[in-house]
């Protein structure tokens, strides 16, 4: 911790050194000043005024004729020129947005400075100074397109390069992270590698690394996708930059009142649904800004606020189940109807002779004595439905979720060298649980999750060439789950097991029949401090950077999830799993004592950059980056190391003596404080370049390459260490003596467990593992990414780009499984008696081999709006390969660098199963989006014009080819315990005749005939996502009619339909060859919505 503090000391001695502003999103206005003549002018004052507050900003040419406004916020600007023996220059109509760079060339003409030389002509947007390739989703598309739920976040996917991931979604909402999170790749980088911002602050989930929520539409400006080649500014994750920028307060008073209306009358019906879904979602808030004053008191036209609201209220039914239970002729005993296939009462439709588990005997005609129920399977039916017939129970969850959203924003400028902002935002979201007395199997946990984010920043101008920006943030994620204050727990039932003071049922089974319960209680909390600081200095040619960021992150995990205890019932020994529920005959029985987890962690960035203005016509942009790689630190050191050479060895814990060898602890000898060690040798060069081709700021070819760090790792990479053993015990049994009621019977009861664990603690054997490299040395992933890009300007307000992508990354986080099982022809072991290293289960080891490459090439088509139309077009055309997926086990034992202890001879040539299209591959990308002002009709009656004016169309076309996919076996035919085997392939062709005609299901996506299950011991030889599934089409399309009100505001009625073709997007297929379904695709997209609105503008 010493060397830490060490680093922040440093830190805050560099922090009056002089940097761009970091990830503020704003944006930088240069050009150069000449004669008609051609020759530049120096010392030429120039003048840049913000349209709506009036602010200004004043800066004089050098030498070379050349001015530069290096920190603007995105706004529109007029510019103005002042020069000795010239007329003075103003041009309008200057539009700024987030991380632009934008040139505007002035020519002065000779005359008197009472004179002056008025240009309106939107500004060239082609970028002719950076070779970074970006793309701006301004505040038009943010307000007009089309959005399902309102997410702002769903646009980024219109950016060149950027693709959803296959796990979007995942882990939202209901358990740890905030439902709003769309995870992309960007450029081939994987979903946890892009970096988002606010205002310059963080907009991460520590944990997980996805985004935090974005403001709603009405509350943001606009935001920026940095993908390829962005300066040495930016660091922490190797993929894409997201830049957010919220509304500010102008001179004026602004808002708006608005309510968004989705209702089930207004949908189509899923494809596969019998009925249109019954979601109800109204959406209602609005906005106000503008100078602050309080007469007489105060009032300044210096000072501005923007303040917004928004509440999401969502009620559903979530899809119905159908369950089985024990009947009323079941509890009393008589199971007679199983006997007869053809008999109503026999949920099964097959004859069945109900046996004793005990004895193996039948029991006479089905019957059997309820005097031998366990009492606490009795107790339980008290709780569910009292049903005869088949016992069948169709039952639906009512899902009811709240949302409650508001930005606060005020700006403040003095004199023209100070501008000072704060923000304070807010997001709450709720998910009601259920429980039902009476039937436990609606049984549902409620979440509750809330971000913060606090922002100060403050820009102070020292002179014209230099100034210095500082950036305070903190931003807070809190999640908190689990059952109602009024659960029972099975211990109310009569099971005679710990449970926690929060009462809660995880989970009850009988497989085939029923299975009710939810989380657990548990609490997630991160917290995130920022402090940065930025200095720029123009000197000559060169705009000089130099900054540095420090970031401290906290993580705290209180989680029961396992304490409560799951029960899984099934036929084995009774025939009837229904019967082994009421006789308390478990299957599996699993216990532990929770997750708990105290995470820190410290980051350090600094850099220093130039743009050097060679000529006027070429740029040369160059940089360089360190971050120090600083592990997350367990407060408790709840970290471990499997060392196979102590293995081998006979080498036992000092901290933990119980612990089988080869697993140790920090504090035994050679073993890192917190499992790795830092890395102090992150320096990331970056070299960009951009040429004015024609010198006309018209056509500019720009390129640049670089290096790029992920020092950014997840909390969640070290965190699994907490729920195993020594630091959360866990049992697990297979067909326990103890019935339902008394699982433990005969055996140790470890719980509670003692915390913290002492140091003669009993591991439950087999022992499970995760691991670093024993080495205890850290690869910190690295990208190398470059660019080529020509970019034109087709018409004043058209450009277009055609760009060469590529990237290259290694050092990718791979679970590499250490301890698969040995495969035997004719073994009766189980598998964790033919592993490898015995007395362990599994072993996972964080790698840190995987690797990744990406190319492509990209075209996109922009216009400004022009006569009413404005259209953002980009197609992609990519491969992007790697190694498995992040968190996901290989297919096979790996024998790579580092792991020499995992043996190939399980599958030689397994690499070739490893390596294939990266899971959020799509070869073939298109979107589009546009926004379309219909002409105004400016002559005729009132009333014509009153129907045919006001009205404009927006909307959004995407299309891509499918998605990878990898056909496997779906069970254990290898007998190694990787599940991770493939299915054999025949090399025919390997699509069916056909799936979808006119109804589902779809059957045999997939032909079945030449697939089939590799021989035992085999791992099949289907390689990773060599097949593809169903492409994508979607056009999501809005119709606004606009009625002026008075002054200069608006009523706007807006209808939007999402899908509007009702176009059919199959999911992808079953892929398990051992499935029942393998090849059939069961479920599909959303069909066409239907989403009113009404908006007042004033």
């Not at 040619?541 to 029961?560: C, M, P, Q, R, T």
């Not at 049994?733 to 008394?742: A, C, D, E, H, R």
């Not at 990519?878 to 790996?894: A, I």
């Not at 990898?966 to 392939?985: C, E, N, V, Y």
Request: hydrophobic share 35%; proline share 6%.
């Amino acid at each position: 911790m010493a060397r830490y503090s060490c680093l922040f000391v440093v830190f805050l001695a560099l922090a009056g050194l002089p940097g761009a502003c970091f990830g503020q999103g704003l944006a930088t206005l240069s050009g150069t000043v000449t004669d008609s003549t051609g020759a530049v002018i120096g010392s030429a004052a120039i003048t840049v005024s913000q349209i709506g507050t009036g602010t200004t900003t004043v800066v004089k040419t050098n030498d070379s004729g050349v001015y530069l406004f290096p920190s603007l916020p995105p706004a529109g600007y007029s510019l103005g020129v002042v020069a000795t023996g010239f007329k003075d220059y103003q041009q309008k109509g200057i539009v700024l947005q987030a991380d632009q760079s934008l040139t505007v060339n002035v020519v002065l003409q000779v005359g008197q400075a009472s004179q002056t030389v008025t240009v309106s002509a939107n500004a060239v947007q082609v970028d002719t100074t950076t070779g970074t390739l970006s793309q701006v989703i301004d505040r038009t598309r943010v307000n007009d397109l089309p959005l399902n739920g309102r997410n702002a976040a769903q646009l980024t996917e219109l950016v060149a390069g950027v693709v959803l991931g296959p796990v979007d979604n995942a882990d939202q909402g209901v358990t740890k992270t905030f439902p709003a999170a769309v995870t992309v790749s960007v450029n081939g980088a994987r979903t946890a590698d892009t970096s988002y911002m606010f205002d310059g602050g963080n907009n991460i989930d520590e944990y997980t690394n996805v985004n935090q929520p974005f403001p709603f539409p009405d509350a943001l400006q606009e935001f920026s996708v940095q993908t390829s080649n962005y300066n040495a500014e930016y660091g922490q994750n190797a993929g894409g930059v997201v830049n957010i920028v919220s509304r500010s307060g102008t001179e004026a008073y602004h808002g708006n009142l608005f309510e968004y209306v989705r209702n089930g009358v207004f949908n189509a019906r899923n494809y596969f649904a019998s009925t249109v879904d019954p979601l109800k979602r109204n959406q209602f808030g609005g906005t106000f800004g503008g100078p602050v004053s309080i007469p007489p008191l105060f009032h300044s036209k210096h000072t501005f606020f923007f303040v917004g609201y928004q509440k999401t209220i969502i009620r559903d039914q979530q899809g119905g189940v159908n369950a089985f239970i024990p009947t009323q002729a079941n509890l009393a005993g008589d199971f007679s109807a199983m006997l007869s296939a053809s008999n109503p009462d026999n949920p099964l439709g097959k004859a069945v002779q109900i046996t004793n588990p005990h004895t193996g005997a039948p029991y006479p005609n089905n019957f059997i004595d309820p005097s031998t129920f366990d009492p606490a399977s009795v107790a339980l039916m008290k709780d569910l439905p009292s049903i005869g017939g088949s016992g069948s129970v169709f039952y639906q969850n009512p899902l009811a979720q709240n949302f409650d959203e508001i930005l606060v924003r005020g700006d403040q400028d003095f004199r023209s060298k100070d501008h000072i902002t704060l923000h304070y935002y807010q997001n709450d979201f709720s998910n009601a649980g259920v429980l039902n007395s009476s039937n436990l199997l609606t049984y549902a946990s409620h979440s509750n999750i809330r971000v913060q984010s606090a922002l100060a920043s403050e820009t102070h101008v020292f002179t014209p060439n230099i100034l210095n920006s500082l950036i305070v943030n903190y931003s807070r994620e809190v999640s908190e789950r689990g059952p109602l204050s009024n659960s029972p727990s099975v211990a109310d039932f009569g099971v005679n097991i710990y449970q926690p003071a929060q009462k809660a049922i995880v989970g009850i089974a009988a497989t085939g029949f029923f299975t009710f319960g939810d989380s657990a209680f548990a609490e997630f909390q991160r917290n995130n401090y920022i402090l940065a600081d930025d200095f720029h200095w123009v000197k000559g040619n060169h705009n000089l950077a130099f900054g540095v960021h420090a970031e401290i992150s906290k993580v705290d995990l209180n989680n029961e999830f396992n304490e409560p205890g799951t029960f899984a019932f099934n036929s084995n020994n009774t025939n009837y799993a229904l019967a082994s529920f009421l006789l308390g005959y478990l299957y599996t029985f699993n216990q532990g004592a929770g997750q708990y987890y105290n995470a820190r962690n410290q980051f350090y960035g600094f850099y220093a950059q130039d743009s050097w203005h060679l000529t006027r016509r070429f740029t040369l942009n160059y940089g360089i980056r360190y971050e120090p790689f600083l592990p997350w630190s367990e407060l408790f050191h709840r970290v471990e190391q499997f060392n196979p050479d102590a293995y081998a060895a006979g080498r036992t814990s000092t901290v933990y003596t119980n612990a089988p060898p080869g697993l140790l602890f920090p504090g035994d000898t050679g073993v890192p404080e917190q499992g790795v060690r830092s890395s102090f040798k992150n320096f990331m060069p970056r070299v960009g370049f951009a040429w004015d081709v024609m010198g006309n700021g018209k056509l500019s070819l720009r390129g640049g390459a670089g290096m790029f760090y992920d020092t950014r790792q997840p909390a969640i990479m070290n965190s699994i260490p907490s729920e195993i053993s020594p630091f959360s015990l866990s049992v697990s049994l297979t067909n326990p003596v103890g019935p339902f009621s008394n699982p433990y019977e005969g055996i140790n009861n470890p719980f509670p467990a003692p915390v913290p664990p002492p140091k003669n603690v009993v591991f439950p054997t087999p022992v499970q593992a995760n691991t670093f490299d024993p080495s205890g040395d850290f690869q910190v992933p690295v990208t190398y990414a470059w660019n080529v890009t020509l970019e034109q300007q087709v018409t004043n307000n058209m450009t277009t780009r055609l760009a060469y992508v590529g990237a290259h990354a290694s050092h990718l986080f791979v679970d590499d499984q250490l301890n698969p099982a040995t495969y035997i022809p004719g073994s009766k072991l189980s598998t964790d008696q033919r592993r490898y290293f015995a007395g362990y289960t599994n072993i996972g080891e964080a790698s840190m081999s995987g690797n990744s490459a990406y190319n492509s090439l990209q075209a996109s088509i922009q216009e400004k709006v022009a006569a009413g139309f404005s259209i953002l077009a980009n197609y992609t055309f990519s491969k992007s390969m790697d190694t498995l997926p992040y968190l996901t086990g290989n297919t096979t034992p790996s024998n790579g660098p580092g792991n020499p202890y995992a043996y190939s001879i399980y599958m030689p040539n397994y690499k070739a199963l490893d390596i294939g299209p990266s899971d959020f591959d799509r070869q073939n990308v298109f979107s589009a989006s546009y926004v379309w002002q219909f002409p105004r009709l400016s002559e005729g009656n009132s009333i014509m014009r009153a129907i045919v004016n006001g009205w404009r169309s927006t909307g959004i076309f995407q299309i891509q080819s499918g998605a990878p996919l990898t056909i496997t076996a779906g069970s254990d035919i290898s007998q190694t315990g990787l599940l991770q085997d493939r299915a054999q392939w025949n090399g025919r062709q390997p699509y069916g005749a056909g799936a979808c005609k006119a109804s589902a299901v779809c059957k045999n996506y997939f032909d079945p005939s030449v697939f089939a299950l590799p021989a035992t011991g085999n791992f099949g030889n289907v390689t990773k996502g060599a097949f593809r599934g169903p492409g994508y089409f979607d056009w999501d399309a809005g119709l606004v009619r606009s009625f002026p009100l008075k002054g200069d505001g608006n009523f706007e009625f807006r209808a939007e339909y999402f899908n509007l073709l009702n176009h059919t997007n199959l999911n992808s297929p079953v892929t398990a060859v051992g499935s029942g379904g393998f090849g059939s695709i069961t479920g599909a997209n959303t069909p066409r919505i239907a989403q009113l609105s009404a908006k007042i503008n004033f």
